[in-house]
């Protein structure tokens, strides 16, 4: 972790939910910092707790045992008055959405803005370009049941917005959106972080979504946490069982058994039909294994990154590295693979 | 035919007609009214207060106090109307000034409804969806916040049906106004029903009451339905016809 | 309703009345009172009188025509006939126990003299007793009531109201608790008493006291009613015999104190 | 305080209460536990069709028949309760051989509260979530089997709340039994209260009446929250403490 | 489509709401012709009118215009007594999830069957299974409210699966699982497609699903099919903007556009590290292009796809093809591409 004052700090939190048939410990010792401006990706299994951990973040699922610190301060010693001015520094986007049914889609979003005391003209206003930003202006009249499960999806996103927060929750924000709608949401959350600092923390079972915007991830395994770190590090070089599984769900690549050296190569924007790992063995008669790829273009340009295996011979694979590493918009790193 | 508009009878109920019955239209309405505005001011507050100070509710209030009420309420409950409007008599002196009429009864009235009031609005409340509730409270809602902009909303439809439910109940009330000199179309029904044998005020004054309640009760769910925004089905087919 | 009629029809007269039991409906009060006295007179003869108490005036009449009790003791005569004539009910008097003389009684304003214009007078609200009430206002010189207006006589018969009184209809037995609202009240003897009224010392004016008085007490006198033919039934006979025992009438005078009045 | 139990007021009390007190809470108990049970088998299938029966319904029955349960509910509620208890005594002799007493009071208790349970029942279905009775319609679910295994169970803490109220309201009506020669607790706080002044009596009676009505309503809350499998919340805090 | 009889034919089926602000076309014209056995995909932007799609097939919605043909009978001219019995073959798997709050996961999974009138026991067995197959034995007895938002799904899914349905339709079962489970359920679906001849219906959001699973997709677009076909011809071409949106995210790649011939490399569990395109490069000296790839590696052996794109020179692309073909474990097939 950074050396920064982390914005959100989790000590020790546990949590144990008493059931029929006994108790059921859906958190366990989790110590999780995350710093301000992070984008903080969460992961793991159906059930191993990820909902809960956001829920323990702003007190609506009181820990166990544990605490949390918020910007400083222990959340779970706060007066309520203080506790409810902490909350409207964090917006939650709910797995459930959890709108208001009785309210419209506008009156929805203006919701965490009149708690705030904003005045409802200029909440209003700001209602509506969250309307528009998440494509639904056409249904600001509209009632929630009304709306597809999508574009309640994005409602809840457009309220979740409303009230400038400090850190943004989003429990499983995109589930039930298409993949453009997805990724314009993850455009409009990274737009929000570089330009705001927001912090975020995303709950989500698409690792392209980690992979995308995020810059930690913890990954949670029956209610601990398994790995936690940056995203490069923890997805290049998985060191769990439970990390293996979520970042490569038909098991591991073979040859990160077989090749030494692994290098991620991302595309910043080259143009994609160059040939690369083409030329790489024409140019350089190196052969090298393309592990996996994921590679879009955009008008033209190619992003995405793919994950390379060197050969073994210490000379080719170094002549390899040094070619590509050659390429415009191109940028290589080698990714560290140890052998447990 | 003509010879009923002649018979003793049809004269007498005439007479009571034209000396009684738009009084006493007037007072069944303005009593049930007014009966039903003040319990709903006394009531649904305490029946948010029955869900909202719940242990685990939005504004927990101590458990003794809430022990408390709930005993007060169903002692009220509990005490037989008229009991209860006699006790309450001292109160309709200080008041309306007067422990007799149709404005005496009000107090009583209040007194009897409130409690049955209360546990509507605690049976209506007690349905609001629990993760909208949270979501209010992520947002750093106060509880306050919580009760009026959410719990009551998210209820509306239910706690319009209890308000027809309890208009109807507080207007059976008011029909033993006759026992402290008051009023009212119940009062009619009863006196001449009962004592007199007139019947055709009887049925005339039932007839009213049953217009009465029939109106307040569409009224009421129509309502109901109209602000029901979960389901759109029924509004929408009922347009499309 | 075979019940009441097989406990209640005795067996050839000349048996013996030994484990009879009687259904008999009252009134509360003073009614079901003096009944519970005349049951213990009953027992000593194995007679089982079971009082069943109504807070209204027509069912129990309603009960006997339809054989759930056997008697009835709560009315008087007029009432009754009125009931007969209007219901097509068959119930006949067989004694006449005792009388409430209706008393007015003074509430904000103490003598009639001051009674000012547009007064509250607070009546009973039930059938014959308003219209007794009415007449005994008009005894007083109050109102006229219009002509031939008998017991039907309600406040729309009033012809002349020279104080343009506000006459309020109520339940009898809240009368008292309601002095203080109104100027003046007409109050059955009875409830008077628990009110802590005393028909000698507060009535202004009394049933008793005005030139229809003795009559009203012969009129009013409240009776024992049963169905046409029971009249001789042997259970009955003896139900009556005890009610005009000495024991009764002691129990009423001590209990009373005049404001029920023994008629026998 | 010896004085006071020596004095003539509480030697009354005594004969009374010895000669009619526990036949009084039986009374009590039996007539308004026996309308209840009645008032719900005729209420509960109503209020049950005043939901499922509409145009969008899951049994959607005529319109106009449905209007003519709307209107005949609206009547009964509206017909003050003295009224009714008359009009029914017929209807009590034909059933229970006696048109006086207690048992006599069963009918018209009934009649007089079953179109107030059916309102109940109508309002807590209401609240069941749309989502699930389309879940059970698309696995080809009758009408009946959606009412049964959907509807009823998924509202069964709102009805059970509604059963507790309904138990004190027709507790309530059966105060006027004396009206009919009838018995039980409330005539006895009236009869005491209001007609022999007898004030020990008359609060010993509020009393009993007091602990049946939160009897009930303890016990129907409980179950209500112990039902409601919704928010574990409250279950879950209860038991770790 | 296929000359069999289709099991679900959608005949110009148009769905339209009345909302406060007027009409809402949902579904407009709507010609679909589902085969028995045919894992059908639907796709289309939130709010394209999918899940309206599937309530119309069933029938919890009905149709403005047009009419549902189910097994050769007309679902909107039958009576309510024959759309029950045809509901009973028709499994539906909930946005929503829908589950019945007040019963236990188990008595949920059973509720299907007491429906159909399956044996109490009988049931409780079959209900056991599903939990098994779902994962989630342990909380037989936990009821809805005490599961998280992907165990909910599980319940629902195992529910749908219970009474043996001949269609499933699927709105978003796999929205909020991780990979993993995700892949075990779809397993699941093509497994009992495979061995009993269910026919699936699968709204999704994820094209990964639709490519893995399915045999034909129809593309939504505003409540009109936009494009309708087998997922490799729509897929490798689509034709519309709508499809192109979906299927590419980022925009086409931009070689469709340079390359005259393309081709579609599946890698069949051949050895994924055998660096196959930088041994085209080296053996045959051609440069082929990765349009994109999606490869992953189960057991040391590969799967997946690669989209390649061939050289311009007729001759280059012809050995490059015939050097492909030759590999074991790979198959290849030109795919159409055309300038519209
Ligand atoms: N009950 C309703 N009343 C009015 N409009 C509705 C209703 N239900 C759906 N709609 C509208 O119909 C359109 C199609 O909705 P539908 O739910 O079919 O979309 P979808 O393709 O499933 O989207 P998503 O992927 O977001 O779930 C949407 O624009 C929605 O707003
Ligand atoms: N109210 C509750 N009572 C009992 N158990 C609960 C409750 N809420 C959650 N759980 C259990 O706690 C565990 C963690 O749940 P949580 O919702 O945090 O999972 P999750 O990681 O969000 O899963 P998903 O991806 O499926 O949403 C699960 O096993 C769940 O069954
Ligand atoms: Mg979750
Ligand atoms: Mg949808």
Same mark, same amino acid.
């Given at each position: 972790?950074?050396?920064?004052?982390?914005?959100?700090?989790?000590?020790?939190?546990?949590?144990?939910?008493?059931?029929?048939?006994?108790?059921?410990?859906?958190?366990?010792?989790?110590?999780?910092?995350?710093?301000?401006?992070?984008?903080?990706?969460?992961?793991?299994?159906?059930?191993?707790?990820?909902?809960?951990?956001?829920?323990?973040?702003?007190?609506?699922?009181?820990?166990?045992?544990?605490?949390?610190?918020?910007?400083?301060?222990?959340?779970?010693?706060?007066?309520?008055?203080?506790?409810?001015?902490?909350?409207?520094?964090?917006?939650?986007?709910?797995?459930?959405?959890?709108?208001?049914?009785?309210?419209?889609?506008?009156?929805?979003?203006?919701?965490?803005?009149?708690?705030?005391?904003?005045?409802?003209?200029?909440?209003?206003?700001?209602?509506?370009?969250?309307?528009?930003?998440?494509?639904?202006?056409?249904?600001?009249?509209?009632?929630?049941?009304?709306?597809?499960?999508?574009?309640?999806?994005?409602?809840?996103?457009?309220?979740?917005?409303?009230?400038? =927060?400090?850190?943004?929750?989003?429990?499983?924000?995109?589930?039930?959106?298409?993949?453009?709608?997805?990724?314009?949401?993850?455009?409009?959350?990274?737009?929000?972080?570089?330009?705001?600092?927001?912090?975020?923390?995303?709950?989500?079972?698409?690792?392209?979504?980690?992979?995308?915007?995020?810059?930690?991830?913890?990954?949670?395994?029956?209610?601990?946490?398994?790995?936690?770190?940056?995203?490069?590090?923890?997805?290049?070089? =998985?060191?769990?069982?439970?990390?293996?599984?979520?970042?490569?769900?038909?098991?591991?690549?073979?040859?990160?058994?077989?090749?030494?050296?692994?290098?991620?190569?991302?595309?910043?924007?080259?143009?994609?039909?160059?040939?690369?790992?083409?030329?790489?063995?024409?140019?350089?008669?190196?052969?090298?294994?393309?592990?996996?790829?994921?590679?879009?273009?955009?008008?033209?340009?190619?992003?995405?990154?793919?994950?390379?295996?060197?050969?073994?011979?210490?000379?080719?694979?170094?002549?390899?590295?040094?070619?590509?590493?050659?390429?415009?918009?191109?940028?290589?790193?080698?990714?560290?693979?140890?052998?447990? | 035919?003509?010879?009923?508009?002649?018979?003793? +009878?049809? /004269?007498?109920?005439?007479?009571?007609?034209?000396?009684?019955?738009?009084?006493?239209?007037?007072?069944?309405?303005?009593?049930?009214? +007014?009966?039903?505005?003040?319990?709903?001011?006394?009531?649904?507050?305490?029946?948010? *207060? *029955?869900?909202?100070?719940?242990?685990?509710?939005?504004?927990?209030?101590?458990?003794?106090?809430?022990?408390?009420?709930?005993?007060?309420?169903?002692?009220?409950?509990?005490?037989?109307?008229?009991?209860?409007?006699?006790?309450?008599?001292?109160?309709?002196?200080?008041?309306?000034?007067?422990?007799?009429?149709?404005?005496?009864?009000?107090?009583?009235?209040?007194?009897?409804?409130?409690?049955?009031?209360?546990?509507?609005?605690?049976? &209506?409340?007690?349905?609001?969806?629990?993760?909208?509730?949270?979501?209010? /409270?992520?947002?750093?809602?106060?509880?306050? /916040?919580?009760?009026?902009?959410?719990?009551?909303?998210?209820?509306?439809?239910?706690?319009?049906?209890?308000?027809?439910?309890?208009?109807?109940?507080?207007?059976?009330?008011?029909?033993?106004?006759?026992?402290?000199?008051?009023?009212? +179309?119940?009062?009619?029904?009863?006196?001449?029903?009962?004592?007199?044998?007139?019947?055709?005020?009887?049925?005339?004054?039932?007839? +009213?009451?049953?217009?009465?309640? /029939?109106?307040?009760? &569409?009224?009421?769910?129509?309502?109901?339905?109209?602000?029901?925004?979960?389901?759109?089905?029924?509004?929408?087919?009922?347009?499309?016809? | 309703?075979?019940?009441?009629?097989?406990?209640?029809?005795?067996?050839?007269?000349?048996?013996?009345?030994?484990?009879?039991?009687?259904?008999?409906?009252?009134?509360?009060?003073? $009614?079901?009172?003096?009944?519970?006295?005349?049951?213990?007179?009953?027992?000593?003869?194995?007679?089982?009188?079971?009082?069943?108490?109504?807070?209204?005036? @027509?069912?129990?009449?309603?009960?006997?025509?339809?054989?759930?009790?056997?008697?009835?003791?709560?009315?008087?005569?007029?009432?009754?006939?009125?009931?007969?004539?209007?219901?097509?009910?068959?119930? @006949?008097?067989?004694?006449?126990? $005792?009388?409430?003389?209706?008393?007015?009684?003074?509430?904000?304003?103490?003598?009639?003299?001051?009674?000012?214009?547009?007064?509250?007078?607070?009546?009973?609200?039930?059938?014959?007793?308003?219209?007794?009430?009415? $007449?005994?206002?008009?005894?007083?010189?109050?109102?006229?009531?219009?002509?031939?207006?008998?017991?039907?006589?309600?406040?729309?018969?009033? @012809?002349?109201?020279?104080?343009?009184?506000?006459?309020?209809?109520?339940?009898?037995?809240?009368?008292?608790?309601?002095?203080?609202?109104?100027?003046?009240?007409?109050?059955?003897?009875?409830?008077?008493?628990?009110?802590?009224?005393?028909?000698?010392?507060?009535?202004?004016?009394?049933?008793?006291?005005?030139?229809?008085?003795?009559?009203?007490?012969?009129?009013?006198?409240?009776?024992?009613?049963?169905?046409?033919?029971?009249?001789?039934?042997?259970?009955?006979?003896?139900?009556?015999?005890?009610?005009?025992?000495?024991?009764?009438?002691?129990?009423?005078?001590?209990?009373?104190?005049?404001?029920?009045?023994?008629?026998?």
């Amino acid at each position: 972790m950074s050396s920064e004052k982390p914005i959100i700090e989790l000590r020790d939190v546990g949590k144990t939910f008493q059931s029929a048939d006994g108790e059921l410990v859906a958190l366990e010792g989790v110590n999780i910092g995350i710093d301000e401006g992070d984008i903080f990706g969460v992961i793991g299994m159906s059930g191993a707790g990820k909902s809960t951990l956001v829920r323990c973040i702003n007190l609506l699922e009181r820990p166990t045992t544990g605490s949390v610190i918020f910007d400083g301060q222990d959340l779970t010693a706060m007066t309520p008055a203080e506790l409810r001015a902490s909350r409207r520094e964090i917006s939650m986007i709910f797995q459930q959405f959890n709108l208001l049914m009785q309210r419209t889609c506008l009156k929805n979003i203006c919701f965490p803005m009149e708690i705030a005391g904003v005045k409802s003209e200029d909440a209003k206003k700001r209602a509506m370009e969250l309307l528009e930003i998440v494509g639904l202006q056409d249904k600001a009249n509209a009632y929630p049941a009304q709306l597809s499960g999508g574009q309640k999806q994005r409602i809840a996103i457009a309220r979740a917005l409303a009230s400038d =927060p400090k850190v943004l929750m989003c429990d499983e924000a995109t589930s039930a959106l298409d993949p453009t709608t997805t990724r314009s949401i993850l455009a409009l959350i990274k737009d929000i972080n570089d330009r705001l600092g927001i912090t975020a923390i995303i709950i989500t079972h698409e690792m392209a979504v980690i992979e995308e915007i995020c810059s930690h991830v913890a990954i949670l395994d029956g209610g601990r946490v398994a790995e936690i770190g940056r995203v490069e590090d923890i997805f290049s070089n =998985p060191q769990t069982e439970a990390a293996r599984k979520l970042v490569y769900p038909d098991g591991m690549p073979v040859s990160f058994l077989k090749s030494e050296r692994v290098v991620r190569i991302a595309f910043n924007g080259g143009s994609s039909y160059e040939p690369l790992i083409a030329s790489l063995a024409i140019d350089c008669g190196v052969k090298v294994n393309i592990l996996g790829a994921d590679t879009r273009n955009v008008g033209g340009k190619a992003f995405g990154t793919m994950l390379i295996g060197l050969p073994n011979d210490p000379d080719e694979a170094e002549k390899a590295v040094a070619y590509i590493c050659r390429q415009r918009d191109v940028t290589c790193e080698e990714v560290e693979y140890s052998h447990d | 035919m003509t010879e009923f508009f002649q018979s003793e +009878l049809w /004269q007498e109920a005439v007479k009571i007609f034209e000396a009684e019955l738009i009084s006493d239209i007037w007072q069944t309405i303005y009593s049930t009214v +007014l009966s039903t505005l003040f319990a709903y001011i006394i009531g649904l507050p305490l029946g948010v *207060l *029955l869900v909202a100070g719940e242990e685990d509710g939005v504004m927990p209030i101590p458990r003794w106090l809430m022990n408390a009420l709930n005993v007060v309420i169903n002692i009220l409950r509990s005490v037989p109307f008229l009991i209860l409007m006699i006790i309450a008599l001292p109160l309709s002196r200080f008041i309306v000034g007067s422990g007799i009429g149709t404005p005496a009864m009000i107090p009583p009235l209040i007194i009897a409804a409130f409690p049955f009031i209360a546990r509507l609005v605690e049976s &209506s409340l007690r349905e609001t969806d629990r993760g909208v509730i949270e979501a209010a /409270q992520s947002m750093g809602a106060t509880p306050m /916040q919580i009760i009026r902009k959410v719990m009551l909303p998210e209820a509306m439809p239910s706690l319009i049906s209890g308000a027809a439910l309890a208009f109807a109940t507080i207007m059976g009330y008011g029909a033993m106004a006759g026992i402290i000199g008051g009023r009212g +179309l119940g009062f009619l029904a009863i006196n001449y029903g009962l004592y007199r044998k007139i019947w055709i005020v009887k049925w005339a004054a039932v007839i +009213l009451l049953v217009v009465l309640v /029939q109106i307040f009760q &569409s009224a009421g769910t129509k309502l109901a339905v109209k602000s029901d925004k979960r389901i759109t089905q029924i509004t929408k087919r009922r347009k499309t016809r | 309703g075979t019940n009441g009629d097989s406990e209640t029809k005795t067996p050839e007269s000349g048996d013996t009345l030994e484990g009879t039991t009687i259904k008999v409906g009252a009134s509360p009060t003073p $009614h079901a009172e003096i009944l519970a006295v005349a049951k213990e007179i009953l027992a000593e003869q194995g007679i089982t009188l079971e009082i069943v108490e109504f807070s209204d005036y @027509v069912q129990p009449n309603t009960a006997t025509e339809s054989g759930d009790v056997i008697a009835n003791y709560f009315q008087h005569k007029p009432y009754l006939d009125k009931f007969n004539n209007e219901n097509g009910t068959h119930l @006949v008097s067989v004694a006449a126990i $005792h009388y409430e003389p209706y008393g007015l009684y003074p509430g904000k304003t103490a003598t009639i003299e001051k009674l000012p214009d547009g007064a509250k007078i607070a009546v009973p609200n039930d059938g014959s007793n308003e219209a007794r009430a009415l $007449h005994l206002l008009e005894a007083a010189g109050l109102i006229t009531l219009k002509e031939g207006a008998g017991l039907n006589a309600t406040k729309l018969d009033i @012809v002349e109201n020279p104080k343009n009184l506000d006459i309020i209809e109520m339940e009898a037995a809240q009368l008292t608790g309601t002095l203080t609202d109104v100027d003046m009240a007409v109050i059955n003897g009875n409830y008077a008493l628990q009110g802590d009224l005393s028909a000698s010392d507060d009535a202004l004016i009394l049933e008793d006291t005005t030139e229809a008085g003795s009559e009203a007490a012969q009129t009013y006198s409240n009776i024992i009613a049963v169905k046409e033919g029971n009249e001789n039934d042997p259970a009955i006979l003896a139900l009556v015999e005890a009610l005009k025992s000495d024991k009764v009438r002691d129990f009423i005078n001590d209990t009373y104190n005049g404001a029920v009045v023994p008629m026998f």
